[in-house]
């Protein structure tokens, strides 16, 4: 007989905490890159190293074809479009607000895109929402209401520099969400992400090249270019495709439940890997980011896993 648990297969379940356990190591991971790379280079790295994962992946899975049909004219706006929203403008001010945040706060912050797609169907499309999808943006926002003034990781007042950050990352993704459910119709998800991540590094190439400190990437400790491997190729390239891989065995409800984890693992890892202690006002606030999030999803689809 095989064993489940809660009506998910052992190795499905495993399979999942695993991924999600990896995509939480992130930002606190990414965080001790900062004390030898510059701020513009660690998202570039990142984005980089996760569309050459990709391109990989296409060419193992047949996909190769399908990633260079991306490229033609009538669907390269497309590309462009999802690569700066998703990859140059999100993750690139999601890993800039490391610089100013501890690693689990961001975390958390930069997960509260669900909240954001709600807002916007409520300030820009006028649509009325479900009840409990108010009630979720509601508890949500005191949240990060909460973190922005007295939730440090001391019980002091974080940087209002990052927390923007962060937020109109979280935003950025939340937009992006929003594109891909319409451009990305009718084409292969893994090889649409590989297009989209190649693009949108190449602003990020740009910014590092006018910044003019490459001699800092390229003779960074061994140990800062396996941490750089790890964001790119395992915390991004290859959790993103275990999640498309997942959601085709099971229910995609079921499977993006698990992402409320994601930045309560970070949380965690941000404490055992860089001493992070946040505060019981930080941890309440975060609780109620994640809560408002859970809440206003029971109204609405299930949304894409956030990557960074």
């Avoid at 660690?42 to 047949?62: K, N, Y």
């Avoid at 100013?100 to 820009?124: D, R, T």
């Avoid at 949108?200 to 910014?207: D, F, K, S």
Wanted: charged residues 10%.
């Amino acid at each position: 007989m095989r064993l489940s648990i809660g009506g998910l297969p052992a190795p499905d379940l495993a399979a999942i905490l695993a991924t999600v356990l990896v995509w939480a190591s992130l930002h606190p991971i990414a965080k001790q890159t900062l004390t030898e790379i510059t701020v513009s280079q660690l998202p570039f790295a990142r984005v980089a190293l996760a569309a050459v994962f990709l391109i990989l992946v296409c060419i193992a899975t047949g996909r190769f074809g399908r990633f260079l049909t991306l490229f033609r004219p009538r669907t390269f706006w497309k590309v462009t479009v999802l690569g700066i929203t998703g990859y140059s403008l999100s993750s690139g001010l999601s890993m800039t607000a490391l610089s100013y945040l501890p690693a689990g706060i961001n975390s958390v912050l930069a997960n509260a895109s669900p909240l954001m797609v709600a807002l916007g169907v409520i300030v820009l499309l006028r649509e009325r929402l479900h009840w409990r999808t108010m009630l979720g943006l509601v508890i949500g926002f005191l949240g990060v209401a909460i973190i922005a003034l007295r939730g440090g990781v001391d019980a002091s007042g974080l940087s209002v520099i990052g927390v923007l950050l962060s937020l109109v990352s979280s935003g950025t993704w939340a937009l992006y969400t929003v594109l891909a459910r319409r451009l990305s119709a009718g084409h292969d998800v893994v090889a649409m992400c590989a297009a989209t991540s190649f693009v949108g590094a190449i602003p990020l190439a740009v910014v590092v090249g006018i910044e003019g400190e490459i001699g800092r990437l390229i003779g960074a400790s061994f140990t800062i270019q396996m941490l750089l491997l790890w964001c790119g190729v395992i915390a991004t390239g290859a959790t993103f495709t275990a999640w498309v891989m997942l959601l085709r065995r099971i229910d995609a409800t079921r499977v993006a439940s698990f992402q409320y984890l994601i930045p309560l693992g970070a949380l965690g890892m941000a404490y055992l890997i860089g001493g992070e202690v946040p505060s019981w006002v930080a941890l309440a606030g975060a609780a109620m980011i994640i809560s408002g999030v859970a809440v206003a999803n029971t109204a609405t689809m299930a949304p894409r896993p956030r990557r960074g």
